[in-house]
């Protein structure tokens, strides 16, 4: 297989380039060259998506490579700039791979969905914005933007959940992993809620067996409903790094300021507007073979990535955690029978 990544050097772009060197594929990355080095074996170009001439530059090369089997796009957030990319790609791949969010979903949180729910409708020109409230929207018209000019017998579209794993660049499993370590830890909610998520390595594979066997579609990408819950996960994390979990109160955490999401990553507040926050049927994707390694080996493999970091390590997504303040954090905890 011979595959061009837009990206591939931070998070899941980097797992897909991992998952393809492992199965020996050709991989041509495209990048501005800012996020860290090429991955093994890919051949690194160096452009900005944004510029058109760059990306016919790209073209150019594929074309003269003898082209490729796949484009595969993980971290395009603007409608716009998937437009641009997969009109100038067009000649060089019979398909293209679009890397969505279950917040795509213009019924999620607020009620389960599926593969077939529908999703935002958002424009194809639009984009791109700052504003992580329209994350979602945005993604919703990168898939169009990529089927308007592929078709949709020749788009892939994957929707992860929350995606956990080693290099994770918003830094939420690494938050916790890191005041376990300290100690005793504030989770927060009920240890019985529901819990879902997807390992980066284990969506990669799953891309990839995707691209192999030609097969196009939209597949939301997560844990079986109900197969975890908050307390296996403050478990696992306890488990590996140490401490303790502390679970707290939604109207606690709520009355000590704690923000939910990014200052206290991955909790939301019960309530009807997030009741299928945590159920994504992703049965399509385990039909067609995605398969999901232990909730613990993705902890386990995050803190063994994590201590080989630099200790002053920060995540670098714009939607990175701000994380619950410590001093704060402790009097919970001491408060908490």
């Known amino acids: 297989m011979r595959l061009v990544v837009l990206g591939g050097t931070r998070f899941v772009g980097r797992a897909i380039c991992a998952a393809a060197h492992k199965r020996g594929y050709d991989v041509v990355v495209f990048n501005r060259g800012h996020s ?4 093994a074996g890919a051949l690194a170009v160096r452009g900005d998506r944004t510029t058109i001439s760059d990306l016919r530059d790209l073209a150019k090369l594929v074309d003269e490579r003898g082209g490729a089997d796949i484009v595969i796009d993980p971290a395009c957030y603007a409608p716009s700039h998937a437009l641009t990319s997969a009109r100038i790609l067009r000649d060089v791949a019979p398909s293209y791979a679009v890397v969505s969010t279950v917040t795509a979903h213009s019924q999620w949180p607020a009620q389960p969905v599926s593969s077939s729910s529908p999703v935002y409708e958002t424009g ?70 529901a819990f879902q998520y997807v390992d980066s390595r284990d969506l990669a594979d799953f891309i990839l067996t ?53 200052g206290l990553p991955l909790w939301s507040p019960q309530g009807p507007d997030v009741e299928g926050l945590w159920s994504v049927d992703g049965s399509a994707a385990y039909e067609f073979g995605f398969s999901d390694r232990p909730l613990r080996d993705t902890v386990a493999d995050t803190w063994k990535w994590l201590q080989k970091e630099d200790p002053d390590w920060t995540p670098s997504s714009r939607a990175a955690v701000s994380g619950i303040d410590p001093e704060v954090e402790r009097q919970l905890i001491a408060s908490t029978g």
């Open 36 to 39: 860290g080095p090429p991955p």
């Open 210 to 262: 995707c691209a192999e066997t030609g097969r196009p579609g939209r597949y939301d990408v997560v844990t079986r409903t109900g197969e975890y819950t908050w307390g296996d996960f403050a478990q696992a994390v306890a488990e590996v790094a140490g401490g303790k979990p502390v679970f707290v109160e939604d109207e606690r955490l709520l009355a000590a300021g704690v923000t939910p999401w990014r």
């Open 124 to 193: 194809i020109t639009q984009g791109p914005s700052d504003d992580l409230e329209l994350y979602g929207r945005l993604k919703a018209g990168v898939e169009r933007a990529v089927e308007t000019i592929f078709g949709e017998i020749n788009t892939l579209v994957v929707r992860p959940g929350v995606v956990l794993g080693p290099h994770e660049d918003l830094g939420r499993l690494p938050d916790y992993l890191r005041r376990a370590s300290r100690g005793d830890f504030v989770v927060g909610g009920d240890p019985a809620q």
